[in-house]
């Protein structure tokens, strides 16, 4: 070690090899970086997780865009727990993990009562029937399973509605006819709690059955419609890769103040006078449609808005919806060239900067 560097950490020039090591060894971990997130400035052992611009449930890339020493571990924890297990459980990108084979069938874990996703067929049989989706270790594959629910004879169909979420006593003997026998139709739930749930609304029940979703012995495919409720918490978690991909290319640029609101929204859902994401049908590619075909990968780019002075990010998982995002409001930094845009292809592993070559993939419309 120099004499320069045993002089800057306090050593005298007369130490021994030795004690320069051990002196050089509490300077390191003595040593503080600031959060990117937290903004909080820590010793280097609150810093062991790498935080990942696209997170891991989506795939793995060869030369993966990672945070290294940039998002303490508490933070990445917190996002772990509150953000990641939601997004990858709980989205339609989530769901469409499955459909490109990202993540295989046994691997799949349903959310739970509480999931923002309920699916309803939209025709045959069991149209208007609510279901939900559980793997099958039998039929090794992702199957639909009826939620508890009751159906009421309209006319010559079923309308269905969820047990916890009856429509009041008025509504029911407004829309539909109970004199029938068989008005009323059991499916995915207990008849004895049905009974009970009904008589509370002040319903009489005449006959209930209660058939099967599907036969056990023959799998059929069933076209669905999802119902999904985006919250606050994906728009956090989609605002975080957004971050996430301008700190990797700018690590000091994002310690500004003006990027404190994202900051908050992010980590606690703290909301801006300004909306932080708006949610757009639009594909980020220009040479995409919004209904058909398009591009199996994620996208992620960066830039300075229309105005000059504000920043935002777009992030499509599974290039499916696009998520913009205020990364910063009438910025008061410096005006860097940040513009930026990859393509993460999920079947071959790669990262591919996008381009604006009109023979390329495009990064804005």
């Keep these: 070690m120099s004499p320069d560097i045993c002089q800057a950490s306090g050593c005298l020039s007369t130490f021994t090899p030795i004690l320069y090591a051990y002196s050089s060894t509490i300077l390191c971990y003595n040593s503080k970086m600031k959060c990117v997130y937290c903004l909080q400035d820590k010793p280097s052992t609150a810093f062991t997780k790498a935080e990942h611009v696209i997170p891991q449930s989506f795939g793995l890339f060869k030369n993966n865009l990672t945070l290294i020493n940039l998002a303490c571990d508490d933070c990445n924890q917190l996002f772990g727990n509150e953000l990641e297990l939601t997004l990858a459980r709980d989205t339609i990108e989530g769901a469409l993990r499955f459909e490109h084979q990202i993540k295989e069938a046994k691997d799949f874990k349903p959310f739970g009562k509480e999931s923002r996703i309920v699916i309803q067929m939209p025709e045959g049989e069991l149209k208007g029937i609510w279901g939900y989706r559980k793997y099958s270790p039998e039929h090794k594959r992702i199957m639909l399973i009826p939620l508890p629910q009751v159906g009421f004879l309209k006319g010559a169909t079923r309308e269905y509605f969820l047990l916890d979420a009856l429509p009041s006593k008025e509504q029911l003997l407004k829309e539909f006819n109970f004199a029938d026998p068989q008005a009323i139709h059991y499916i995915g739930c207990d008849p004895t709690k049905a009974d009970k749930i009904l008589k509370e609304h002040g319903i009489n029940v005449r006959d209930c059955e209660q058939p099967s979703f599907h036969d056990d012995n023959e799998v059929h495919t069933i076209e669905c419609e999802l119902e999904v409720t985006i919250d606050k918490t994906i728009l956090r978690a989609m605002a975080k890769i957004g971050f996430n991909y301008l700190t990797y290319w ?71 919806l696009k998520y913009v995002i205020s990364l910063a409001r009438d910025f008061r930094g410096e005006h860097r060239d940040i513009r930026k845009g990859h393509f993460f292809n999920f079947h071959s592993k790669t990262i591919s900067p996008l381009t604006t070559d009109p023979n390329e993939a495009s990064i804005i419309q």
Excluded: C
């Design 250 to 320: 700018q690590k000091d640029f994002v310690l500004h103040e003006d990027f404190n609101p994202i900051r908050k929204f992010i980590l606690a859902g703290e909301l801006a006078p300004y909306p932080l994401v708006r949610i757009d049908q639009n594909s980020v590619l220009g040479d995409e449609p919004i209904q058909g075909k398009r591009r199996s990968g994620h996208l992620v780019t960066v830039d300075w808005a229309a105005d000059g002075t504000s920043i935002l990010a777009q992030v499509s998982l599974m290039n499916h």
